[in-house]
Every structure is written in structure tokens, then in C-alpha cells.
């Protein structure tokens, strides 16, 4: 049927036709203006625990590129921060612009970044599937990290060469051995805050744990995400993969806080 997508027609202002939560009280992305974030004293560090995890598969789902995790156990998970317990890894995905141009979905006092990793972990604690959490108010949290132009990343070749394997929707390959650890920032310092997915069905089931320091990849690289098309090998229309982010909403009656 008609599907959503990044388009003029079915893109993020149409969105709320068939998601009305699009018009909600804790959507996601938002700006982060850090100087209004409440420096909160309670809130910890984090913790990523994935010396253990499990990568699966790389797949296109016609809006980005997903990389799958095994998520039938504890062995790796995020705690501590503003989370009461340990969540699951499940897949990490990205969201990017044209060249050029702004590609995240948070922006940081209005400026935005080359594009944004999404790293999503699911409430197994309290929730006994991954599709109950993610329909749950804390059922998932998402750790956001920038990406901004600069030199090449060491380790994202790792994924750039697997993309000709998924250039088209529908499309998935074998990914095993990959941890995303190698595509973290030195410091975990954070904001966090209550808010959404950033695309249908904007389920409000996301504590957003934003990294303050970006990682550095090249132009090149980053370009290399835009070669994956939004449409399946079949399609006669070809539509390349790129301004896949949905822009800042209103932050309503939400505060920012941020780790020390
Ligand atoms: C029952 O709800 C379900 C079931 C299965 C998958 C999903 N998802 C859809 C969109 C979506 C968007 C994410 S983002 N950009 O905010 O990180 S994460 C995510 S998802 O949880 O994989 C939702
Ligand atoms: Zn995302």
C-alpha cells in the first residue's frame, strides 16, 4: 500500500495522516541546546557491554541500512545512565544527507551534522518480545551518535564495503564479527531525554542517550551510503538513499539532561 517514506508526498510532514503520534508530546528528533540542558548530578555514566555481541546480518529495509543483532540473551547491553535496568542490543542503522548537506535528525543548538548513528537496545528486563518494548514507554533506549566530515573512519570500510551487497530495499547479506564499539567517540559523555522513533511507527517508547562528541568520517565514505537506493531491484523508478532524517520537533513540556 502507500508507504511512508523521505519524499515531498510521503515524507516526515505527511507522516502524521497515518501516525498521528506524529503530532505527540515526546516525538523525536529534537534540538539540543545545551546550554539548557540541567546538569544533573544523579545521572551516571554509561555503560556499553558488547565484547560479547552477536552481528548477525546488513540489510537495506527501504529507508536505511540496519545492522542486525542476536538479541537472545544478556550478552551485550547498555545500563546505568538515566536506564533502571540493562537493555538488549538489537541493530544499529544510520541517517544521512545529500552531498554537502545536513544528514542528522538531532541538531545541536540548530546545527546539524553530517549524519547520525542509531544504536537501538530493547527493555528484555521488563518486556518478553522486542515488538512489546518497542510500543512500551521505556521499552527502548537509542544511543545517538554524530558523524561529522573530516578524515577517514578506520573501521567504517567495514560497512561502506558491505553496502554494494544491499544496494537495493529488500535486500540482506551475512554480517558476522562486526562490534560497534569501533564506532564510538572517546568520551560517553551524554544529553538524555524521554522521546520517539524518528520514523513510523514514532512509537514513544525512546530514553535518547545523545553523545556529545561526534566521530569523524570522510566525504567519500559518507558518500558511499548514497549509492544504496530506497527502491528494490525490481522497481523501474530509481531513487537514491539519501536526506533519510526526520527534522527536530517540538520539544513541548520535556526537559534536556546531561551527564557530567
Ligand atoms: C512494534 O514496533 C516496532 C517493531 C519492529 C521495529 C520497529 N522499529 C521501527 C522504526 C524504528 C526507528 C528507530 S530510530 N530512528 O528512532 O532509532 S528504531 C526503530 S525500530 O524499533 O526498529 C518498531
Ligand atoms: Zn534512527
Redesign the pocket.
Known amino acids: 500500500g502507500h508507504h511512508w517514506g523521505y519524499g515531498k508526498e510521503d515524507g516526515p510532514s505527511a507522516w502524521h495522516r497515518q501516525y498521528p503520534v506524529a503530532k505527540g508530546n515526546r516525538q ?1 528528533p529534537i534540538d539540543i541546546i545545551p546550554n539548557e540542558a540541567r546538569r544533573d548530578s544523579t545521572l551516571g555514566p554509561i555503560f556499553l557491554k558488547y565484547d560479547q555481541c552477536r552481528s548477525l546480518n546488513i540489510a537495506n529495509n527501504g529507508h ?1 541500512v ?1 545492522v542486525e543483532f542476536d538479541d537472545s540473551d544478556d550478552r551485550s547491553v547498555v545500563l546505568g545512565g538515566p536506564l533502571d535496568n540493562p537493555y538488549r542490543l ?2 544499529f ?1 544510520f ?1 544521512w544527507g545529500g552531498k554537502g548537506c545536513e544528514g542528522s ?1 538531532h541538531t545541536v543548538a540548530g546545527v546539524g551534522y553530517a549524519s547520525e548513528l ?1 544504536v ?1 537496545h ?1 527493555n528484555a528486563v521488563k518486556y518478553k518480545t ?3 518494548a ?2 512500551a514507554p521505556d521499552g ?1 533506549a ?1 544511543l545517538g551518535i554524530f558523524l561529522e566530515l573530516g578524515d577517514d573512519h578506520r573501521w567504517l570500510h567495514m560497512i561502506t564495503d558491505a553496502l554494494y551487497m544491499v544496494k537495493f530495499k529488500g535486500s540482506a547479506t551475512d554480517f558476522k564479527g562486526f562490534n560497534p564499539k569501533c564506532l564510538l567517540p572517546s568520551s560517553l559523555h551524554y544529553w538524555t531525554y524521554l522521546g ?6 514514532l ?1 514513544e ?2 530514553t535518547w542517550i545523545v553523545l556529545k562528541e561526534p566521530i569523524v568520517v570522510s566525504e567519500k565514505q559518507l558518500g558511499m551510503f548514497r549509492m544504496l537506493q530506497f527502491n528494490g531491484e525490481e522497481e523501474d523508478q530509481r531513487m537514491r538513499m539519501e536526506n533519510n532524517f526526520r527534522p527536530p520537533q517540538n520539544l513541548k513540556e520535556r526537559i534536556v539532561r546531561s551527564s557530567n
Open positions: 523525536s536505511s540496519v538489537k541493530q542503522h541517517h535528525e542509531h537501538v530493547w522486542y515488538n512489546d518497542a510500543a527502548l537509542v520517539s522513533l524518528t520514523t513510523p511507527p512509537h517508547s525512546v
